[in-house]
């Protein structure tokens, strides 16, 4: 039968391979939570999404985060840009709710001669 010193250099051994190998787990998984986040962020800036909201759900989800951000529809898809203010809005707006314009009256360009 083995000696104490012996079982304790042999447990002391085992321990720090452990260790060794949970601290390269956790630098892999928070090398990929940063990549995720990044990539998430990137298509949700793209498509007009809340780009910190991604880059969170990225971090914590993963491949699934970038797998629905780049399934939903875009957002901007749906906006138009007012010609009085400059500021986006529905597409089926009839008045700007920033500044009041009505988009369905024609624009009257002053001419000049």
Known sequence: ?????TQVESLQAQLAAIQ???????????????VFALAT???AARRGHNVFRWAML??????FALIIVVLI?????DTKVCPD??????????KCRFCGHRFDQPEIVPRIT
Request: charged letters at 10%.
């Open 58 to 63: 990225g971090a914590l989800l993963g491949p």
């Open 85 to 94: 203010c400059a500021e986006s809005v529905k597409a089926a707006a009839v």
């Open 73 to 77: 529809p875009s957002a901007k898809a």
């Open 1 to 5: 039968m083995d000696d104490l010193p």
């Open 41 to 43: 962020a990137y298509f």
């Open 20 to 34: 060794s190998h949970l601290m390269a787990t956790l630098w892999v998984t928070t090398f990929l939570s940063f």
